[in-house]
T-cell receptor
Framework: AQTVTQSQPEMSVQEAETVTLSCTYD???????LFWYKQPPSRQMILVIR????KQQNATENRFSVNFQKAAKSFSLKISDSQLGDAAMYFC??????????WGAGTKLIIKP | DTGVSQDPRHKITKRGQNVTFRCDPI?????LYWYRQTLGQGPEFLTY????????KSRLLSDRFSAERPKGSFSTLEIQRTEQGDSAMYLC????????????FGSGTRLTVV
C-alpha cells in the first residue's frame, strides 16, 4: 500500500526568506501524481502545486516549486519569499491509480514577521 | 459556480443520533470524494463516486456510514448511531475525470459528538 510521510510536524521561517518542506512516499506504481495542498486555519484545502511522475521537470507555480526525486521517492516543496499569508498546514498527497488521495500528516508552517 | 459547497459547516449531535451532511460539487465535475480529517492529521479517504456510481469505499467506512449521489449531482453522507469517535471534519472534494489538475475541496463539515 502507498504511504506518504512528512517528517516535519512544524517549520518556521522569517518573512521574505525561503523554506523547504519535506515529503517522502512509498509506492510500487510507476505512474502517479503528487500534490501539495495548503490548509489555512479553519479554511478549505487549497491546491498549491502538482507533479506528474512521468515528467522529469520540476513543477513551479510562482513562488512555489518542487524538487521531485522519483528514484528516491522524495517530493519537497520550496516556498520562496515567504509571506504572512503562507502560514498554514501543508499536506503532501499521492494520487493512486484508484484516484483516491493518500495524505501525509502535514507540516505546520509559521511565518515570523 | 462558486466551488464545492458543504452543508452544514458545523454540527453538534448527541451520541446515538443520526446525522446527514450534504455536498454540492462543481457542476461539471463527475467525480466526488468524501474524506475525514481529525485534528492534527491529514485527511483519510472514505469513498468516492463517478457520476452516481459509488466506485470505492474505504475499510474505514463502517456499516453506520452510507453515502449517496443520486443523479450524479449532490452527495449526502449519513452517519447512523453516532459515536464520539466520529467527531471529525468531513471533507468533500470533486474533480473531472481525465483532468488531473487536482481536486477542489469544500470547506468541510465539522462534526462534534457529545
Amino acid at each position: 500500500a502507498q504511504t506518504v510521510t512528512q517528517s516535519q510536524p512544524e517549520m518556521s521561517v522569517q518573512e521574505a526568506e525561503t523554506v523547504t518542506l519535506s515529503c517522502t512516499y512509498d509506492t510500487s506504481e510507476s505512474d502517479y501524481y503528487l500534490f501539495w495542498y495548503k490548509q489555512p486555519p479553519s479554511r478549505q484545502m487549497i491546491l498549491v502545486i502538482r507533479q506528474e511522475a512521468y515528467k522529469q521537470q520540476n513543477a513551479t507555480e510562482n513562488r512555489f516549486s518542487v524538487n521531485f526525486q522519483k528514484a528516491a521517492k522524495s517530493f519537497s516543496l520550496k516556498i520562496s519569499d515567504s509571506q504572512l499569508g503562507d502560514a498554514a498546514m501543508y499536506f503532501c498527497a499521492y494520487r493512486s491509480a484508484y484516484y483516491q488521495l493518500i495524505w501525509g500528516a502535514g507540516t505546520k508552517l509559521i511565518i515570523k514577521p | 459556480d462558486t466551488g464545492v459547497s458543504q452543508d452544514p459547516r458545523h454540527k453538534i449531535t448527541k451520541r446515538g443520533q443520526n446525522v446527514t451532511f450534504r455536498c454540492d460539487p462543481i457542476s461539471e465535475h463527475n467525480r466526488l470524494y468524501w474524506y475525514r480529517q481529525t485534528l492534527g492529521q491529514g485527511p483519510e479517504f472514505l469513498t468516492y463516486f463517478q457520476n452516481e456510481a459509488q466506485l470505492e469505499k474505504s475499510r474505514l467506512l463502517s456499516d453506520r456510514f452510507s453515502a449517496e449521489r443520486p443523479k450524479g449531482s449532490f452527495s449526502t453522507l449519513e452517519i447512523q448511531r453516532t459515536e464520539q469517535g466520529d467527531s471529525a471534519m468531513y471533507l468533500c472534494a470533486s474533480s473531472f475525470w481525465g483532468n488531473y489538475r487536482g481536486y477542489t475541496f469544500g470547506s468541510g463539515t465539522r462534526l462534534t459528538v457529545v
